[in-house]
């Protein structure tokens, strides 16, 4: 069993906080990370759509290892395609976020400022279950081996 399937199972609430902090804490880089390449792509001249998608094209291996290995113990990527579907659900709501806020008049970055908080709620609950896993769907047979 890997360190994230036991952690996983584990019915120790201050483990369980510990995982949540950490989970916290790499959303805070992973978002740092994340909002200064869109602000990069913006401040070049690139639509903030296009710099959202290059912003999450770019984001989605860096932030993977960070909530894999410092989240939940996890190596390797055999639990890569499920965080990269939750990665394009979380993708695809922040990018209709982004629209319905500018068009109701915000601009660019602070638009995305503002789309960040319900974005990183839903990713905290899809990213999760991606990185988790179950047995019966993890190739290697343990809950988040990746």
Do not use: C, W
Request: glycine share 8%.
């Amino acid at each position: 069993m890997t360190r994230a399937a036991a952690s996983l199972t584990s019915s120790n609430p201050s483990e369980q906080n510990n995982r949540f902090l950490r989970f916290l804490l790499a959303g805070l880089v992973n978002t740092a990370f994340g909002y200064t390449i869109y602000a990069a792509f913006v401040f070049i001249g690139a639509h903030p759509q296009l710099a959202l998608a290059l912003q999450f094209a770019i984001g989605v291996v860096f932030n993977h290892m960070t909530h894999g290995r410092f989240v939940f113990g996890t190596r390797g990527y055999s639990r890569f395609p499920y965080y990269v579907l939750a990665y394009v659900a979380v993708y695809l709501f922040n990018a209709a976020a982004l629209k319905i806020l500018m068009t109701l008049g915000a601009g660019a970055y602070l638009a995305q400022a503002i789309a960040l908080v319900p974005t990183v709620l839903l990713s905290f609950k899809l990213v999760s279950a991606a990185l988790r896993g179950s047995p019966s769907n993890s190739p290697d047979g343990e809950k988040g081996a990746s």
